[in-house]
């Protein structure tokens, strides 16, 4: 895909920051008929425009009038890349301020009863800051929050992206889940994270069912708290990646709560929510794949009703651990399963395109600043 530049002056407000009064309201003030304001949120909503050009079902004067007036797409879609076999796209883009921000959609074919999926990765902060020493984004550091439009924003450009890709039933939304696993704590930046959860689920909104979407953390225990009281439905993922403190803190270098304290948190978000909890755990060679570590982790985890995702680390320059053999992985998961704890190792997608968090960034990142330093002649 080639770069695109913003055609749209940044000092205008963006759509996803307004509710449906405001779409209402500004319908009015272009002396158009209030149900031209239905229609702009559906175009929205359910069939994913990120460009009014695209409303073909509004007059060519009042596509030209929005546009004028409102942001639909506040960033630069800089750089997209798809994989090989077609199931994963990533993109990079460009926010107001010049933050790169990544977000993935990943494509999987129906399995058994399970329908196809079609989920989209999100991010909620640039860079970030908890540090683990195998993520390409925690090496680059924490630059800065985003707002909820430019969570909400990730959402609508990969929902583009599939509405391109296939014939869809126009007011059926494309995307099936979201999972906040992309650049950055989410708990960290909660009230943002909070509102983007409460537009996604809202049926006159994106209404996608709150079963479908995922929170990642990596164990900010007052978080955990307040999204069992907000969002009791929505799933909620642990990154523990060891079953002891003194390995976790080489690991995840986050001051705060203990494993134990972490897994204690885990089992009362589980009786308070009645939902099922994912733990992840990215192995790392000679690190923390043995089998020993697995018996432990079994017994941290025995009696919760959870799942443990297993994640052979993806490796990347500047990061910490290399990627486990699978006779290697299969002993581990082989551990957790026999002990009664359900696991299973994680369908990876998109590595011939630096799919895995913060890569992406990273190269972009990396290329841009050894541009400028270049002598110019």
């Known amino acids: 895909m080639p770069e695109s530049t913003a055609s749209t002056p940044r000092s205008l407000p963006s759509f996803l920051d307004m509710d449906r009064p405001a ?27 990120i460009d009014f050009e695209t409303m073909t079902d509004l007059p060519q004067g009042l596509r030209t ?95 583009s992206i599939t509405r391109a890709d296939e014939v869809a039933t126009p007011e059926t939304f494309p995307l099936t889940n979201v999972v906040f696993m992309g650049m950055g704590e989410p708990l960290a930046n909660y009230e943002a994270t909070h509102e983007a959860l409460s537009r996604l689920t809202d049926a006159d909104g994106f209404g996608l069912s709150p079963r479908r979407i995922t929170v990642s953390t990596v164990g900010l225990l007052p978080g955990i708290t ?31 709560a203990s494993v ?40 941290l985890l025995r009696g919760i009703n959870c799942h443990v995702n297993l994640i052979p680390t993806n490796p990347s320059p500047g990061v910490v651990g290399e990627r486990p053999s699978p006779a290697a992985t299969e002993r581990f998961a082989k551990v957790l399963t026999d002990a009664g704890i359900q696991a299973t190792v994680r369908v990876e997608k998109g590595h011939d395109i630096l799919a895995a968090c913060g890569q992406l960034r990273g190269d972009r990142a990396q290329r841009e600043a050894s541009d400028l330093s270049m002598p110019s002649g």
Not at 23 to 49: C, F, S, T
Not at 81 to 91: H, V
Not at 263 to 282: C, D, L, M, N
């Open 23 to 49: 779409v209402d309201a500004l319908i009015r003030e272009l002396d158009q008929p209030g149900y031209r304001a239905k229609q702009i949120w559906r175009n929205v909503y359910r069939r994913a425009a």
């Open 65 to 159: 009038a929005l546009a004028d007036q409102v942001r639909l797409c506040p960033a630069d879609l800089i750089q997209q890349q798809t994989s090989t076999d077609g199931s994963t796209t990533k993109t990079l883009l460009r926010l107001d301020d010049g933050e790169l921000v990544e977000t993935v959609l990943m494509r999987y074919d129906p399995l058994g009863e399970r329908r196809a999926r079609k989920t989209v990765c999100v991010s909620t902060q640039a860079g970030c800051a908890m540090g683990c020493v195998f993520c390409a984004t925690g090496a680059q550091g924490f630059r800065r929050q985003l707002s909820v439009n430019e969570i909400l924003l990730q959402v609508l450009v990969q929902a």
């Open 226 to 256: 307040r999204l069992a009281e907000d969002h009791p439905q929505v799933n909620l993922a642990i990154s523990l990646h060891a079953p002891n403190d003194g390995l976790r803190a080489e690991l995840v270098p986050v001051r705060g």
């Open 260 to 299: 134990y304290e972490i897994v204690a948190a885990a089992r009362q978000h589980v009786i308070k929510t009645g939902r099922r909890i994912s733990f992840e755990y990215v192995l790392l060679a000679g690190l923390n794949d043995s089998t020993a570590l697995a018996s432990d982790l079994a017994r």
